[in-house]
């Protein structure tokens, strides 16, 4: 625990209360209060909780108990606090590792927030559902992460250590960051915070029109970057691979279309998008491997039970869709099934009795100051 202190306050600023503690909890919580975290007596045994979810709950006491949250605004705590603490290990670990967590978050994202479900950021107040995890927590550190990109380390990082001194125990909102970090990269923060928090979704990219040509001596690339509506304004990375090298580039586009062109020294063999993957955006099915995500995510879901076993498996079909948080899906037999089902015309939701009300429970909360803090994993 003293590393990760030694850490942050290296990083943001002198540790704001006099100790900090780890109290056991019977509930299987995790839960970052001023000067404390409450962790489950189930939890706290865990090996990994050190290394994972203790450094989360430390970093709360500069982002969340320390700087507080303004939630009629957004609850920025999550995001950032995800960043610097969950990123930060990964990134100290190798950029591999980094790069791996950052496309678990664009996965998460893609198969757990369906159009109905998302949201801004700017009315993210806590989690109550793996959707709203994966915005709060996941979109919000990828905004951070965007922002540092835009930054530079070293300004980012002193960005967060002018927000600390100057909000330590008053509200913070994601406004005032972006007019910290506007300051520090003199650039206008304030138009990039609004696009990606004050309205749902994440851009959707695709290359068109991609040629290669040998002009004069050189191989020259061209093409262009399409994106769906609503138009985001931003800088896409690119890396060209030729035969003998790789070659980084990177596109600003604002509109539908955006043309490029590059030149090359030796025949282009691959030209990838966003290749660390550093921005927000909304995979393509072909980057998501299966996942169980994918099925508490999908607004177009049915389950169907094998022809004939209806008293014997659909009691187990109801757990097993109440432990998916999908309890809402119907239940039909196979010989039940016709083309609607299959092109997403669902038929009337099955209702699941009494088990609807316990998996529909809110877990949103607060502490009892009004902050907020970090729900058990």
Known sequence: MACYLTLYEDLFGRYPFPKFAVVENFFPTG?????????????????????????????????GNGVLVDCEKGNWSEGLTTYVADHLSQE???????????????????????????????????????????????????????????????????????VYRKRLFQKASWSDFADVFGARSRTDSQTFFRQWVDRPGAPTLRLSHMETTMEGGAWKVRGSLIQERPFYEMRVPLRIETETTEMAASVLIKDAETNFAFEAASPPRRLVVDPEVDLFRRLHAEELPPDINAIKGSDALVAVMAAGHRERLEEAARMLLVGLGRQDLPILQEDEIDLSHLQGERPAPVRLSSLQSVAGCSSRKRDRGGRPFHPGR
């Open 31 to 63: 839960y970052g209060f001023p000067s404390y975290t409450l962790l489950g007596s189930q939890v706290i045994r865990l090996p990994f909780i050190i290394e994972t979810s203790l450094g989360h709950e430390v970093a709360h006491s500069w982002w």
């Open 92 to 162: 100290r670990a190798s950029p591999e590792a980094a790069r791996a967590y950052r496309t678990r978050i664009l996965r998460n994202y893609a198969t757990l927030v369906s159009s109905h479900e998302d949201f801004p950021l700017s009315e993210f107040t806590g989690r109550d559902s793996p959707a709203s995890r994966a915005v709060g927590y996941g979109k919000g550190a990828m905004i951070f992460h965007m922002t540092r990109k835009l930054t530079g380390d070293d300004g980012f990082w002193q960005a967060l250590q002018d």
